[in-house]
């Protein structure tokens, strides 16, 4: 049992660590299509747009990808929490 509750936390740590990775990699896409997509710029023929949905298709990747992490920590966390 004790080495189901080591092997738990190990993968605990993973998907958190995960999480960070990918939740750095999201805000440097935001920044990233902020700055391709500026709202100042008058001709809106010159913005690089496809650049930018390149980048929100990632974005929509990690974020689904984030959910499902999340959803592992939930799980991974109540159970240990009852092995505690």
Do not use: C, F, N, W
């Amino acid at each position: 049992m004790r080495t189901e509750i080591l092997a738990a936390k190990g993968l605990l740590a993973e998907q958190r660590r995960k999480t960070i990775d990918l939740d750095i990699e999201a805000k440097g896409l935001i920044t990233h299509i902020r700055s391709v997509l500026s709202p100042y710029e008058e001709d809106v023929t010159v913005l690089r747009v496809e650049e930018a949905a390149s980048s929100v298709r990632r974005l929509l990747e990690i974020v689904g990808q984030m959910k499902e992490i999340k959803g592992k920590i939930a799980k991974l966390e109540a159970d240990l929490g009852r092995e505690a």
